[in-house]
């Protein structure tokens, strides 16, 4: 089992930027595919941003290019840099491992709060 480690959230004002990172126990060379969801308060996860082991990445419409998916294979550590914060922003964000061999391992999640 993968264990995932988010950190980076808190409070940002509109317009500003996070990053949120992800630390896996193993190598995330192993894992098949990484990502981010989130949830916000009253509304089901969604998901936000996914890269694949091959380096592939996708994005949900909502995000609009402002933010950005990545890993660092060095440190088993994935990223996601959020730039031009929206209060919708505001959510627990959760990064998510998925691989063959251990199915889907999640992260404790990390609060986004964009406001004023």
């Known amino acids: 089992q993968v264990q995932l480690v988010e950190s980076g959230g808190g409070l940002v004002q509109p317009g500003g930027s996070l990053r949120l990172s992800c630390a896996a126990s193993?190598?995330?060379?192993?894992?098949?595919?990484m990502g981010w969801y989130r949830q916000a308060p009253g509304k089901e996860r969604e998901l936000v941003a996914t890269?694949?082991?091959?380096?592939?990445?996708n994005y949900a419409d909502f995000v609009e290019g402002r933010f950005t998916i990545s890993r660092d294979t060095d440190t088993n550590t994935m990223f996601l840099q959020m730039n031009s914060l929206k209060p919708e922003d505001t959510a627990v964000y959760y990064c998510?491992?998925?691989?063959?061999?251990?199915?889907?391992?999640w992260g404790q999640g990390t609060q986004v709060t964009v406001s004023s």
């Open positions: 890269i694949t082991s091959g380096g592939s990445t």
């Open positions: 193993e190598s995330i060379l192993s894992i098949n595919a």
């Open positions: 998510y491992a998925w691989a063959i061999s251990t199915g889907t391992n």
